[in-house]
């Protein structure tokens, strides 16, 4: 059984940073896509970062120059580095990876439970 589980998540002044991880569990083939999604409060889920397996990012235009996302493909992790917050991060954010479970599995996507951050004025 494949689980994804975050850390990092917490609260933070304005301009400040936070450094989240999601660690992929379990037995799997492999992994393909991962990113990170947020939603805040009466909001739809959106996307903030995604990396490729060959690690081309793309990132929402409301996050471009303050977060990073970045992998370890060793460990199964994908990071999100998260600068000069803004109180409009405010969220749960999600992890997400596209993992096979065998060699002749679809891509399945997983997601991580969520971890909230809170960015005061």
Do not use: H
Not at 37 to 46: M, V
Not at 77 to 85: A, C, E, I, R
């Amino acid at each position: 059984q494949v689980q994804l589980v975050e850390s990092g998540g917490g609260l933070v002044q304005a301009g400040g940073s936070l450094r989240l991880s999601c660690a992929a569990s379990g037995s799997f083939f492999g992994i393909n896509a991962m990113g990170w999604y947020r939603q805040a409060a009466g909001n739809k889920r959106e996307l903030v970062a995604s990396i490729t397996s060959g690690g081309s990012t793309v990132y929402a235009d409301s996050v471009k120059g303050r977060f990073i996302i970045s992998k370890d493909n060793a460990r199964n992790t994908v990071d999100l580095q998260m600068n000069s917050l803004k109180p409009d991060d405010t969220a749960v954010y999600y992890c997400n990876q596209d993992i096979k479970l065998r060699y002749n599995s679809p891509w399945q996507a997983y997601w991580g439970q969520g971890t909230q951050v809170t960015v005061s004025s």
